[in-house]
């Protein structure tokens, strides 16, 4: 199935750091959504975009639609050892249509 | 609130046998989709659920299927089981069809042997 390009697949960062990573499709989407899973649960919602543009913030977490509706970023700022997981973005066309998910960033906080 | 639950966590099938996993949304969300969730493929959409009717369905063969109760709580299923079915069952929840803004329960980690 179509998966959306996260880059970097992994990183490793000390605490404190900040974090850049984003997510590139082929084709345009009108919603752009990030989540973040821990080992063992579910994937959580951190920030939904509606706009092309938009920048939008969630605590330290800052999130942007790319203006051509094909990529979209999140930042995270003074990264702590709870932000270690696996962050997912996620495109959808149209509001009654399936979400496409990336591939997914690791983050781990280097101790 | 309780949050979207999932029921068994875990369990372990040999090839050829058939599963059934149980989700319950959170009160008052009306529609269920089902992600599978792979090393190798990452997130896939399997199928959603409104008003007890499918509304969309991802590309899997027919062996996996679905529905939902008019209580909302949804099950699905996969028959003749394949070691490729190995993966994280995970559901979702939300209020309304029209949203990417989904809560999910924490999976079902299917093994098969």
């Known amino acids: 199935g179509q998966q959306l390009n996260q880059s970097p697949q992994s990183m490793f960062i000390q605490e404190g750091e900040d974090v850049s990573m984003n997510c590139t499709s082929s084709s345009i989407f009108n919603t752009w959504l990030w989540y973040k899973q821990d080992p063992g649960e579910g994937p959580v919602l951190l920030i939904a975009l509606y706009k092309a543009g938009e920048l939008t913030s969630n605590g330290r977490l800052t999130a942007q639609f790319g203006i051509t509706r094909k990529d979209s970023f999140l930042n995270i700022s003074a990264s702590i050892p709870s932000d270690v997981g696996i962050y997912f973005c996620a495109g959808q066309l149209f509001g009654n249509e399936k979400l496409t998910f990336g591939t997914g960033t690791r983050l781990t906080i280097i101790p | 609130k309780a949050g979207v639950t999932q029921t068994p966590r875990y369990l372990i099938k040999t090839r050829g046998q058939q599963v059934t996993l149980s989700c319950s949304p959170i009160?008052?969300?009306?529609?269920v989709s089902w992600y599978q969730q792979t090393p190798g493929q990452g997130l896939q959409f399997l199928f959603e659920y409104f008003s007890e009717t499918q509304r969309n369905k991802g590309n899997f063969p027919g062996r996996f299927s679905g529905r939902q109760f008019s209580n909302s709580r949804s099950e699905m299923n996969v028959s003749t089981l394949e070691l490729g079915d190995s993966a994280l069952y995970l559901c979702?929840?939300?209020?309304?069809?029209?949203?990417?803004?989904?809560?999910f329960g924490e999976g079902s980690r299917l093994t098969v042997l």
């Open positions: 979702a929840s939300s209020i309304q069809r029209n949203t990417g803004e989904l809560f």
């Open positions: 009160s008052g969300h009306r529609s």
